[in-house]
């Protein structure tokens, strides 16, 4: 079946530093892909997403680029902000159901 | 506003009382979905349901019911909740598609 695997957390970074959290996938057909960010208490709300290969995703300063090659669709930002805290989650979306299947997500904290 | 609004927001109840989550869309999305979110396990799907009538299960359907009788509200039913159903629940739509979802607050649920 369809998987999102997301790299282990926490993170922990100081305010403007590069952010990266990796994000593998395995579905069958063609998914779209998409990071989902998760404030303290409150639901979920959709970051970025992207439909087809090569595609990119933006907001927000955030990035991620949609490689089919790799199975991939890491998160990048330049420079983080404390405002940045909070969970993030990859996910996909594929099959006759439309399910969305997330990763395990990450907690990110960024630090003054 | 397009939203997606559950209600109550907490609920903390007895093993075995019956209880029911509301959810509702204004979107006209005809996909909706129930999610539970648990830590270390990340976001499960219990059911969904791509339209009106048109229900199926999703990987942890086990002790939860739905309905779609309205396009706009889509329930989740406990009939005899017990601890293990103790979570984080949220309510989902999207249009059909491959499109994100929009997520609701979510409703944490206690049972004791």
């Known amino acids: 079946g369809d998987s999102v695997t997301q790299m282990e957390g926490p993170v922990t970074l100081s305010e403007e530093a590069f952010l990266t959290i990796n994000c593998t996938y395995t579905?069958?057909?063609?998914?779209?892909l998409f990071w989902y960010v998760q404030y303290p208490g409150e639901g979920l709300q959709l970051l970025l997403k992207?439909?087809?290969?090569?595609d990119k995703g933006s907001n927000k300063g955030f990035e991620a680029t949609y490689r089919k090659e790799t199975t991939s669709f890491h998160l990048e930002k330049g420079s983080v902000q404390v405002s940045d805290s909070a969970v993030y989650f990859c996910?996909?979306?594929?099959?006759?159901?439309?399910?969305?299947?997330f990763g395990k997500g990450i907690t990110l904290s960024v630090r003054p | 506003e397009a939203q997606v609004t559950q209600n109550p927001r907490y609920l903390i109840t007895v093993t075995g009382k019956k209880l029911t989550v509301t959810c509702s869309q204004n979107?006209?999305?005809?996909?909706m979905s129930w999610y539970r979110q648990d830590p270390g396990l990340g976001l499960r799907q219990i059911y969904y349901?791509?339209?009106?009538?048109?229900?199926d299960k999703g990987d942890v359907p086990e002790g939860y019911k739905v309905s779609r009788k309205e396009k706009r509200n889509f329930p989740l039913i406990l009939e005899s909740p017990s601890p293990n159903q103790t979570s984080l629940y949220f309510c989902?739509?999207?249009?059909?598609?491959?499109?994100?979802?929009?997520f609701g607050s979510g409703t944490r649920l206690t049972v004791v």
């Open positions: 996910a996909l979306r594929a099959g006759a159901n439309s399910k969305l299947t």
């Open positions: 979107m006209n999305h005809e996909y």
């Open positions: 349901s791509m339209n009106v009538e048109v229900t």
């Open positions: 989902a739509s999207s249009l059909t598609g491959g499109g994100g979802y929009t």
């Open positions: 579905a069958t057909g063609y998914p779209s």
């Open positions: 992207a439909t087809k290969a090569d």
